[in-house]
């Protein structure tokens, strides 16, 4: 009648002591438990298998009460001064690739998954957003190789704080399967930096989600804030897949506001004429 | 040194003199095909020859094997090292990286500066950086990309640099060699913590397509190959043969005068400390004083601030040093003593490992450290400049100290003791394949096993702990035969490496609210009790209220005249037995069958430790000024225990009866555990004692020893090993133990045990030791479900 090794690690390792799942996920996993009881989870919708990756593909022509297009007549020389990149000055807005991420976890390291990439790009003057799905943990390698590939057929890289997060999350995973980051040498916009040197002190804080609110009229209804993403993934691999439809939403908003943030920053415009408030902003 | 010799006070009391004549080195050349730059480089430094220790190093190393070199302090261990990582270097045109790990930041730094200046000798752009807690984030990205030699601890390398890997990919990509130096402090819950961050950086390593060489050096010690591979998981060559020179040394080995031959008292060590100081610190060199514990720090510290007058010395000129201390403090007596401005140091074995303090003068040792390698550590601190110099061990009362004064040789000889080191102790492997998963996920072989993981393949129970955590913890998931982290969590921040636990107590001014100390969680209940006394360099602060909950005790500093001392109620349940070796009585039984004499036992324990009251104790006199209860929580431990148990009849047979008998056991139990350290490389305090006149567990007397770390680190199993090494000298002392009843240098004294308690142990003891050694035996069938037996019959009391 011998003790388990269970039994001897759970007495070891003062199970009864610890507090018990981290505070952050005991809230999440308390509202995935409450969401596991709406009886009919919902898949993400048309995902298609393309190759070895499964993606969904969704042509967007507004946002808000935005033309995508306008981001095509962007004036090329403004949006190099105010990324303080000359290269951009050369590209075309039409080449660039939209990108933004969603994660299991803000903290970094090896343990964190890039679940979903959203790609936003112009083809023929139309815009489409493919968002690349990591259905299984095994299949991230194929998925990044994917992704890879098509950063560096772009001719310049548009995303919001990605230079700090994005960007070092996919190198990092790239790196570790083996995949050479397509970064290096790549111009990239952060349209994070240049609206926060134009924006400072307006609005509160330079979120993506006020300055798509302030400077383009862009509301949002039902957003999934973003922190739900990793419960949403972590959901979804354990059967439960009623919170992915809102991530793939989110990210797929949060794409269409990098072109009408880009389009926004190539318009000269008058500065607003909102005091600068010295209040504290937060990073988004 | 001269006036010790000769005055007749102080002539008599040392035991034995060893004077160390000059040797002379035995060298090579440089082994074909090192570098022209690299025996340059050396010659600048006035080597034109390697020590022979060094150069089968180098061979070794270049070869392609995992080395160890085990020589004493200042036999240019450094240069065994560089040599391999360097010429490796050259050979690739700066492809073949290195990492080097030191136990402590501080060794870490100092090692930078000489390296750092080595590789900049060699005229390319190769670098050697130090990756630490004060690398500023701007350099952090330059030095993973282009740091050819990377200099850490075994704490940034498990919660900085492993959890990242990818971002340090070039360095895995082409990693040489991994240099671990002072690997003789890797012992204990941290080393078993280390051990198995080697795991994960091996298997890292390994994902990025290389496969480093360890080389490592220590201290002197016993079974060193073992404790390599323990450490690293692999077979390492073994060079412990020491070649290079030495100048004169001195050690001298003095023993406190007998003030009651009796009840065998001795002067106590600190008080002899302080009388030897008078010879010993002087304004023209530098002394360090080693303690054993960080009150008799404070006590001698302040002992020797009030003498200063006499030593011809400012008070500010005598420092105290310890752990505990805040690292500016430490700083500072650290810049003191290399310029000279600190006089006479007072340590605990903070001061043991490489930080640079310079070379001192005297090194006096109150009392034994517990280990050989420790023993040399401090001795080396002294006379690494050619200038002669003086090592003195004052013996303490007590049973080591007292038999090493008997057998200085010893001292001198090749290493006893051995380490304590498990890397697969399941509290500790559990948290660490938790760190593990996250940095890659785990597969699991055909037959569910991980045999094949180049990390964790070879640890125990490997796979069950990975189940266990993805089904109970929710950090992991388990698809498909493999183990995914899936958590959003950054587990190495909440893994602790040992040595600095979160659940360590931290003591508060209760006025500023600044820490002035900190204790771990197993000591706090008997050091910072409400009204207890704690001190810090010389100072006294009263425990005001300690917060068990939060661990956090607030103190007040007062004048005081006394210092405490708690006791503590033990209690050791057995819940599973693992191994036992026996033997059987002489006489056959009057049915004609035979019965057990005595058996030894290895297993897993549950002990309860209750603080029950404090002494509070005079300086200087030692008068007991009064007592008052302590009423805190009892602290549980789950370990592992080394029991020896005597069955009934051969304990009437030796005469373990009547009133006296738990007194009798309880002293041969003491005397046990205070001998330890000669087989074990740890403090008595690294040892819980619980002796049972009749065992519940047992039903029979029952001595058990157990380590006093949570899931234990394989003390227990040393000692199992070594039962008549530990018995052996335990007779020994007791034999020459100059005392008639007892006394507190062998079982303790009179009073705890009795009028035929040195006779009745050593008795014992004896009957132990003649006739046949124990054979295994296989544990019977219901040797764990006693247990519950055991339990119940405890409940009630
Ligand atoms: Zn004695």
């Keep these: 009648m011998s003790e388990s090794l269970r039994e001897r690690l759970a007495r070891l390792r003062r199970e009864d002591e610890r507090a018990s799942p981290p505070p952050a996920s005991s809230v999440r996993e308390r509202l995935a438990r409450r969401a596991a009881r709406v009886p009919v989870a919902i898949p993400p919708e048309r995902l298609v298998q393309e190759g070895t990756v499964l993606a969904r593909r969704t042509a967007a022509e507004r946002h808000g009460g935005l033309v995508l297009c306008d981001a095509l007549s962007a004036d090329r020389a403004l949006l190099a001064r105010e990324a303080r990149d000359e290269r951009i000055a050369d590209l075309d807005p039409a080449h660039a690739l939209y990108l933004d991420t969603e994660t299991t976890g803000l903290s970094g390291g090896s343990g964190t998954y890039v679940w979903l990439v959203g790609l936003g790009a112009f083809e023929a003057g139309r815009f489409e957003v493919w968002q690349g799905f990591l259905p299984e943990p095994a299949q991230e390698q194929a998925l990044l190789a994917h992704v890879a590939e098509r950063i560096r057929a772009a001719a310049y890289v548009v995303s919001f704080f990605g230079k700090s997060f994005d960007r070092h999350r996919l190198e990092d995973k790239m790196r570790m399967h083996g995949i050479e980051p397509p970064f290096a040498e790549k111009p990239h916009l952060d349209l994070y930096w240049p609206l926060r040197r134009r924006y400072r002190g307006h609005f509160g804080d330079c979120r993506l989600r006020t300055l798509e609110s302030q400077l383009c009229g862009v509301e949002r209804e039902d957003d999934l804030p973003g922190s739900f993403a990793p419960a949403a993934w972590f959901d979804f691999l354990h059967g439960r897949p009623h919170r992915l439809e809102g991530v793939f939403q989110h990210n797929l908003d949060d794409v269409k506001s990098l072109v009408t943030l880009l389009a926004h920053l190539g318009r000269e415009l008058p500065s607003p004429s909102a005091p600068r408030a010295s209040s504290e902003e937060t990073l988004p | ?797």
């Design chain 2, 1 to 797: 040194m001269r006036a010790l010799q000769s005055e007749a006070r102080w002539r008599t009391r040392f035991e034995r003199w060893q004077v160390v004549p000059p040797r002379v080195a035995r060298v090579e050349p440089f082994p074909e095909g090192i570098d022209p730059r690299l025996v340059a480089m050396c010659r600048a430094r006035g080597m034109s020859e390697l020590y022979e220790h060094q150069a089968r190093f180098v061979r070794a190393a270049l070869a392609g094997e995992d080395v160890l070199v085990a020589t004493p302090t200042a036999s240019g261990k450094t240069l065994c090292y560089t040599l391999p990582v360097l010429q490796r270097l050259l050979q690739t045109q700066g492809r073949a990286r290195s990492l080097f790990l030191f136990p402590t930041k501080a060794l870490g730094q100092d090692q930078s500066a000489v390296l750092t200046q080595e590789v900049e000798q060699l005229g390319e752009d190769w670098h050697a950086c130090t990756y630490d807690g004060d690398t500023p984030p701007s350099v952090r990205r330059t030095l993973r990309d282009r740091g050819h030699l990377v200099l850490t601890n075994p704490w940034m390398l498990h919660a900085g640099i492993l959890p990242n890997h990818a971002k340090w990919s070039e360095l895995f990509r082409d990693l040489a060699f991994v240099v671990i130096d002072e690997v003789h402090t890797l012992s204990g819950v941290f080393g078993s913590s280390v051990a198995n961050v080697l795991r994960r950086l091996v298997r890292i390593a390994r994902h990025y397509g290389s496969n480093p060489r360890f080389l490592l050096c220590s201290a002197t010690l016993s079974e060193p190959g073992a404790h390599a591979e323990r450490l690293v998981g692999r077979p390492v060559r073994v060079i412990s043969e020491d070649a290079s020179p030495s100048g004169m040394r001195t050690f001298g080995v003095y023993n406190p005068p007998l003030l009651n031959a009796v009840a065998g008292l001795r002067s106590s060590a600190l008080e002899e400390a302080r009388e030897l100081a008078r010879k010993l610190c002087g304004p023209g060199h530098q002394t360090i004083f080693f303690c054993q514990r960080r009150t008799a720090v404070e006590v001698l510290t302040r002992y020797l601030k009030e003498a200063a007058p006499a030593l011809g010395l400012a008070p500010e000129e005598i420092r105290g040093y310890r752990g505990g201390y805040l690292p500016d403090l430490r700083r500072e007596i650290e810049v003191g003593l290399r310029t000279g401005k600190v006089k006479v140091v007072v340590s605990t074995n903070a001061l043991e490992l490489g930080i640079d303090i310079g070379a001192l003068d005297v090194a006096v040792l109150v009392g034994y450290p517990g280990s050989q390698a420790s023993f040399w550590q401090r001795a080396g601190r002294v006379g690494r400049r050619q200038k002669p110099s003086l090592a003195v061990l004052i013996a303490r009362s007590d049973p080591v100290d007292q038999y090493l004064a008997h057998h200085p040789e010893q001292l001198f000889g090749t290493p006893q003791e051995k380490l304590g080191l498990d890397p697969d102790n399941l509290v500790i492997l559990s948290e660490q394949l938790k760190c593990a998963a996250f940095e890659l996920p785990f597969r699991a072989d055909a037959d569910g096993e991980i045999g094949s993981d180049a990390g964790f393949g070879r640890a125990r129970d490997a796979a069950a702990v990975l189940d266990y955590l993805a089904e109970e913890s929710r950090f992991l998931t388990k698809r498909e035969g493999t183990w995914w982290w899936m958590a959003d969590a950054y587990p190495a921040q909440d893994v602790n490496l040992g040595g600095e636990d979160p659940d360590n107590v931290l003591v508060l001014d209760a006025s500023t609210k600044k820490a002035i100390g900190e204790i771990d969680r197993a000591a706090s209940i008997t050091t910072v009790h409400q009204g207890a006394i704690y001190q810090v360099e010389g100072e006294t602060w009263k425990i005001e209220t300690f917060d068990h909950k939060n661990r956090r005790a607030y103190a007040r500093a007062v004048e005081s005249d006394y210092f405490t001392e708690a006791e503590v109620d033990v209690d050791v349940r057995v819940l599973r037995l693992e191994e036992r070796a026996a033997r059987d009585r002489t006489q056959p039984e009057p049915d004609g069958g035979t019965a057990e004499d005595w058996s030894i036992w290895r297993g897993e324990v549950h002990v309860t430790t209750l603080a029950t009251q404090y002494k509070k104790i005079r300086f200087y006199t030692r008068e007991n000024v009064g007592a008052e209860d302590i009423h805190l929580p009892a602290e549980e431990l789950d370990s592992e225990a080394f029991v020896l148990t005597l069955s009934e009849p051969s304990a009437a047979d030796l005469g373990l009866m009547g009133g006296d008998r738990g007194a009798a056991w309880r002293g041969l139990g003491m005397l046990l555990r205070r001998v330890a350290p000669l087989v074990l490389s740890c403090q008595p305090r690294d040892l819980g004692l619980s002796t049972q006149v009749r065992s519940p567990h047992f039903r029979k007397p029952a001595i058990f020893l157990y380590d006093a770390v949570q899931g234990g680190v394989g003390l227990s199993e040393i000692l199992f090993r070594s039962h008549r090494e530990l018995l052996g000298a335990a007779l020994e002392v007791i034999v020459r133990c100059a005392c008639t009843h007892g006394c507190p240098a062998c079982v303790g004294p009179l009073e705890e045990v009795g009028a035929l308690g040195k006779e009745t142990a050593r008795r014992l003891l004896e009957h132990l030791l003649a006739g046949p050694t124990l054979a295994p035996r296989e544990l019977a069938g219901d040797a764990n479900s006693q247990a519950e037996t055991a339990e119940n019959a405890e409940a009630p009391a």
